[in-house]
């Protein structure tokens, strides 16, 4: 079958593109693609709309869910709303337009228990599910990475939004690796046309880290590439991330992660595993941010091991929604 994947793809989002990678490797033996306006709709067998936040209430993503496509056997796997805004801001008429539009899809199959609450409340269809975040069923590559340093190493991955912290985080991870800790910067967005692309923050980030006497740091290669990325991540013995998916390949990996976000989805992936308290909703406040990584680098390998029964018993999930969407999908 071909099946037409519908999301954020080709611009180097991280967990957008290990999504796309995700359900190439669940659905091997169909051809699945990222939809593009030049394809032809009449060749499309099955359309799977997923890969991130792509319902934002407040304004109908029309790119995610083509109209040209509405006809076609649909299922919307693994996609999550938008939190950005409360909930009483969202426009009545824009709701309404993922209501008719995602009407004729199979089944809606939410990534986080918020999005699934959020999804009943606003009566988005009639079938709602949650289900692990499919990247909890993507296969890693065995990439043979060597250590970045005879220091223990902290991976960092930022983002490029206004905002971001550099001269207080820069301040702390240098204080840090004086103390022994090499400091690996892993630009997770790294493409061209991409405004949002990190490895200009991770260059600054770098030079305000080297001003600290004593300090190690490097920003991983600048080329973007996706299975090497999320290899070199489980390849640190901590993360420090500003973002959700480099988190959960740290803790697939075994790898401790402290957070600095106020996504609920960041919140609801530590809050699954016990580890809601490595996270800091607040870019500016420097001395939680600091005083959580200490806590971290203390405490975060036994906590870790701890969650690790509960890693591998989301990862199975993952992987048995999987086979029941491809079972979905080949019964059409």
């Given at each position: 079958m071909r099946i037409a994947a519908c999301g954020y793809y080709g611009m180097g989002n991280f967990g957008d593109e290990l999504f796309l990678l995700t359900y190439r490797q669940q659905l091997a033996g169909h051809e699945v693609f990222a939809w593009h306006p030049s394809f032809d709709p009449a060749a499309v067998d099955a359309v799977l709309i997923g890969g991130g936040d792509l319902i934002v209430p407040y304004s109908f993503a029309s790119y995610y869910f083509p109209s040209v496509l509405q006809a076609k056997?649909?299922?919307v796997f693994g996609v999550g709303i938008v939190d950005a805004y409360p909930e009483a801001t969202w426009p009545e008429r824009e709701v309404d337009r993922y209501r008719r539009r995602l009407s004729g899809a199979h089944g809606i199959w939410l990534r986080d228990e918020r999005s699934a609450a959020i999804a009943e409340r606003i009566r988005l269809h009639s079938r709602i599910r949650t289900i692990p975040d499919p990247v909890f069923a993507y296969r890693g590559a065995s990439l043979p990475i060597r250590p970045f340093s005879t220091r223990p190493s902290l991976g960092v991955c930022v983002h490029a939004y206004s905002g971001f912290p550099l001269e207080s985080l820069g301040a702390t991870l240098g204080r840090l690796s004086a103390e022994g800790f090499h400091i690996l910067l892993l630009p997770a967005?790294?493409?061209?046309?991409?405004?949002?692309?990190?490895y200009g923050v991770c260059?600054?980030?770098?030079?305000r880290i080297l001003r600290e006497p004593g300090a190690s740091a490097t920003v991983f290669k600048p080329e973007y590439e996706l299975e090497?990325?999320?290899?070199?991540?489980?390849?640190?013995?901590?993360l420090l991330s500003f973002k959700l998916h480099p988190t959960l390949a740290a803790l697939r990996g075994g790898v401790p992660a402290f957070c600095v976000s106020k996504q609920g989805k960041v919140k609801s992936l530590l809050s699954r595993f016990g580890l809601e308290d490595f996270l800091e909703p607040d870019e500016s406040a420097a001395g939680r941010i600091e005083a959580g990584l200490r806590r971290l680098l203390a405490e975060g390998k036994t906590r870790l091991?701890?969650?690790?029964?509960?890693?591998?018993q989301t990862e199975r999930e993952a992987e048995a929604a999987f086979a029941e969407?491809?079972?979905?999908?080949?019964?059409?």
């Open positions: 056997p649909t299922w967005v790294n493409h061209s046309a991409n405004i949002y692309a990190d260059t600054a980030l770098l030079d090497l990325i999320y290899a070199a991540i489980q390849r640190c013995d901590f091991q701890a969650a690790a029964p509960l890693l591998r969407l491809r079972r979905e999908i080949e019964a059409e």
